[in-house]
């Protein structure tokens, strides 16, 4: 059975950083492309990043560039998204979300969903 676990979430000022983890079982994680997106209340879930399968490239939605990156750790199985300089709209659940081919930006597109972990973020 495959399970994707996030933790790492809470309250942060503004201007303050997180490390959000995506613990993977089932699955070797370091053979799939690993996703983040967010949603936040009333709006529609959005792309955050991904890191390719192989973890060949990464790829990153405009808003978070450049203060956002995402790995992994292929012994411990688990992908981060180390969120710095964090907004007050970076505000949302943070969802990881795995597809075993290429690296795209769409939520339809993933196989495996983790339940997501919440970020809030005081101005």
């Known amino acids: 059975q495959v399970q994707l676990v996030e933790s790492g979430g809470g309250l942060v000022q503004a201007g303050g950083s997180l490390r959000l983890s995506c613990a993977a079982s089932g699955l070797t994680l370091s053979s799939y492309s690993v996703a983040w997106f967010r949603q936040a209340p009333g709006k529609e879930r959005e792309f955050v990043g991904v890191i390719s399968w192989g973890s060949v490239s990464t790829y990153y939605a405009n808003s978070v560039k450049g203060r956002f990156t995402i790995s992994r750790d292929n012994a411990k199985n688990t992908g981060y998204l180390q969120m710095n300089s964090l907004k007050p709209e970076d505000m949302a659940v943070y969802y990881c979300?795995?597809?075993?081919?290429?690296?795209?930006?769409?939520?339809?597109?993933?196989?495996?969903w983790g339940q997501g972990t919440q970020v809030t973020v005081s101005s």
């Open positions: 979300a795995a597809r075993g081919a290429r690296a795209l930006t769409t939520s339809r597109d993933y196989d495996y």
